[in-house]
């Protein structure tokens, strides 16, 4: 990575261990960075830089480092690589919280709904960050620890554009999440994609093009749908063969990546996809389907001409990167915060149809029906005609005089670097 970018200098601070081993993991997570703090005002003060020259972006589990960044009088702003939605969310629940049960109760009804942040339409609790749902756990002290600190940042960063996600934005730069204000300043400035070359297996970058890609080479403009679960989504072997049955029964191509399920990747870290998908699956399907152990070359994939949809569990960057192709999705959210984006994909943005019962069992006639939902039905074509506006729109941030393109000299200005 240091090769690849010679104008970023990478500095290792050294960090001892976290103190408290039996801490939730967030909990650590934080204590061990506080812990870095001496570290990094070692290295702060060992960079001669005179006033604009000098600003601190810290990841959103940093919270602490605003310490530093204070009594050196540095500014600091926070990157945040999810939905400016989620960071309305996420800033207004310290206030909001206190005035409901836990989501957790709440959520017990099946249509239970909450409220997000100021001016928007509320949400399934279900579909609220699940760290969160229960008030009195440790999980959700610690969250609502750092969003309150986060809300001390000069400024966020946000990995989205303007276009968007307009009730969220207008919600954060009101000051309606904060009310105890101030609210950091919001800066849109994505979709930062991968939009280059991913090829190989994951983490390392192969010479040659993937197999799969060649595969698409030979498909109809238009005619695959693709099926691709983050960096570690995993399902049960009974929900792998029903995926399996839906996508044969759909009768449309498909490109699948599929892990091992959760329980048995340790002793099969490969999948064995004869043991694991219906018998006889592969062969019936094979002039139409293709299935990918562990991991997809996703960038390419979604860019490729012969991918219509996408099946995706809803982390930022897949959706970000359907966006910037063009591509309806089919969300199947699966943890973090997936359900909440999959809410906001589907209801506030129109980039998205949900697969019902993603919370427990997706049935092979749901993967069915959403598949041809999408490829065969006029509401797929609205959805078509809505992503290619997005990717559009998307496109247009990032290019010259764009809203993001905008966003990311006004930090600088802010900062005083320009
Ligand atoms: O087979 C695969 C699987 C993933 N990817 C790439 O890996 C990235 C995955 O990112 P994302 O879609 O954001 O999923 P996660 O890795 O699961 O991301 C975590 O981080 C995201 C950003 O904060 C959150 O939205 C998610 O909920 C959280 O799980 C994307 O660039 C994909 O193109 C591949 O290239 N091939």
Not at 70 to 83: D, K
Not at 273 to 298: C, D, H, I, Y
Not at 349 to 360: D, F, K, P, S
Not at 371 to 399: D, F, H, P, S, Y
Request: glycine share 6%; charged share 25%.
């Amino acid at each position: 990575m240091a090769a690849a970018n010679p104008t970023i200098a990478f500095r290792l601070l050294p960090v001892p261990a976290s103190p408290d081993a039996g801490a939730h993991p967030v909990q650590r997570s934080l204590d061990t960075l506080r812990l870095a703090n001496p570290g990094l005002r070692d290295l702060l003060l060992s960079l001669h830089h005179g006033p604009g020259e000098l600003a601190l972006l810290l990841d959103m589990f940093c919270v602490d480092a605003l310490d530093v960044a204070a009594e050196l009088r540095v500014p600091a702003y926070f990157f945040f690589p999810s939905a400016a939605s989620n960071l309305a969310v996420f800033l207004n629940l310290p206030y909001y919280y206190p005035t409901v049960p836990s989501f957790r109760e709440t959520a017990k009804d099946k249509n239970a709904l909450v409220r997000c942040y100021p001016g928007m339409p509320p949400i399934r609790a279900a579909d609220m960050l699940h760290m969160v749902q229960d008030k009195e756990s440790d999980a959700a002290r610690v969250r609502l620890y750092q969003f309150r600190r986060m809300a001390e940042g000069r400024g966020v960063l946000v990995n989205s554009f303007d276009w968007l996600e307009p009730a969220a934005l207008k919600a954060l730069r009101s000051g309606a999440c904060v009310p105890a204000g101030p609210t950091p300043a919001v800066y849109c400035i994505g979709p930062l994609v991968n939009r280059g070359g991913s090829h190989g297996e994951r983490g390392g970058a192969a010479e040659k093009p993937h197999e799969c890609l060649a595969w698409l080479d030979a498909q109809p403009r238009r005619s695959v749908v693709f099926l691709c679960f983050g960096s570690l989504g995993a399902f049960s072997s009974a929900q792998l063969r029903e995926i399996a049955r839906g996508l044969e029964t759909s009768g449309h191509r498909f490109l699948w990546a599929v892990r091992s399920p959760p329980e048995e990747q340790s002793q099969f870290p490969e999948p064995d996809l004869e043991r694991l998908l219906p018998a006889g699956f592969l062969e019936r399907t094979r002039s139409r389907g293709m299935v990918l152990k562990n991991w997809a070359p996703q960038s390419e994939v979604v860019q490729h001409e012969a991918v219509a949809a996408f099946v995706t569990h809803c982390g930022w960057n897949s959706t970000l990167e359907a966006i910037m192709s063009g591509l309806p999705m089919i969300c199947w959210p699966l943890y973090a915060e997936q359900s909440m984006n999959k809410a906001f994909m589907v209801e506030e943005m129109r980039i998205a149809v949900e697969m019902e019962g993603y919370e427990e069992f997706v049935t092979a006639e749901e993967v069915e029906a959403k598949v041809r939902l999408v490829m065969e039905t006029e509401k797929g074509k609205m959805l078509r005609e809505r992503l290619a506006v997005a990717k559009e729109k998307a496109v247009e941030a990032i290019n010259e005089g764009g809203s993001s393109e905008a966003a990311f000299a006004d930090f600088l200005r802010d900062f005083g670097a320009e």
